[in-house]
T-cell receptor
Framework: GDSVTQMEGPVTLSEEAFLTINCTYT??????LFWYVQYPGEGLQLLLK?????DKGSNKGFEATYRKETTSFHLEKGSVQVSDSAVYFC???????????FGAGTILRVKS | EPEVTQTPSHQVTQMGQEVILRCVPI?????FYWYRQILGQKVEFLVS????????KSEIFDDQFSVERPDGSNFTLKIRSTKLEDSAMYFC???????????FGSGTQLSVL
């Protein structure tokens, strides 16, 4: 079935470091891809998305490019801040339905 | 920004008891969802609801589960006879239209003892 695999955390970085969180997917069709973020005590929030191959989603300094050839959607940020500390979830949505299929989530801790 | 509200934030129940988890989706949204996350595991889809009926459900969503939109504002998830393995964080979500952005609530932590 359709699935998402994320790198395991926690990831601990110093402020202003470069961030990469890896995400790969398995799907039978052509999914849309998403990154959601969950700050402590809050619900999941959409961070960015891409709906087709080679699309780049971006928001708040985060970027991810939909790579069909490697079935990947890695999240990157050039310079992280303490306020970026959260749990990051990669997800896919198939073209024929509305449900999201999530990865396990990656905890990011940024220290000052 | 409008938000999805879930109550209670924590619920403790005895095995075999019925529980109802409540959600108030964003007022103009038409699609409603429940997801859950067992500690240390993935966020899993349970069910989607549109036009007063279930539009999609997962294998997890068996006869012990039901959803209802009893009035114009609430969306509930009922577990008829809870099991230990139902202990999880339950997230409600809503979207305005099909394929649109999902807005999630902050979750209800259910503990079955």
């Amino acid at each position: 079935g359709d699935s998402v695999t994320q790198m395991e955390g926690p990831v601990t970085l110093s402020e202003e470091a470069f961030l990469t969180i890896n995400c790969t997917y398995t799907a039978t069709g052509y999914p849309s891809l998403f990154w959601y973020v969950q700050y402590p005590g809050e619900g999941l929030q959409l961070l960015l998305k891409a709906t087709k191959a080679d699309d780049k989603g971006s928001n708040k300094g985060f970027e991810a490019t939909y790579r069909k050839e490697t079935t990947s959607f890695h999240l990157e940020k050039g310079s992280v801040q303490v306020s970026d500390s959260a749990v990051y979830f990669c997800a896919l949505q198939m073209e024929y339905g509305n449900k999201l299929v999530f990865g396990a989530g990656t905890i990011l801790r940024v220290k000052s | 920004e409008p938000e999805v509200t879930q109550t209670p934030s924590h619920q403790v129940t005895q095995m075999g008891q019925e529980v109802i988890l409540r959600c108030v989706p964003i007022s103009n949204h038409l699609y409603f969802y429940w997801y859950r996350q067992i500690l240390g595991q993935k966020v899993e889809f349970l069910v989607s609801f549109y036009n007063n009926e279930i539009s999609e459900k997962s294998e997890i969503f068996d006869d012990q589960f039901s959803v209802e939109r009893p009035d114009g504002s609430n969306f509930t998830l009922k577990i008829r006879s809870t099991k230990l393995e139902d202990s999880a964080m339950y997230f409600c979500a809503s979207s305005e239209r099909s394929k649109e952005k999902l807005f999630f609530g902050s979750g209800t932590q259910l503990s079955v003892l």
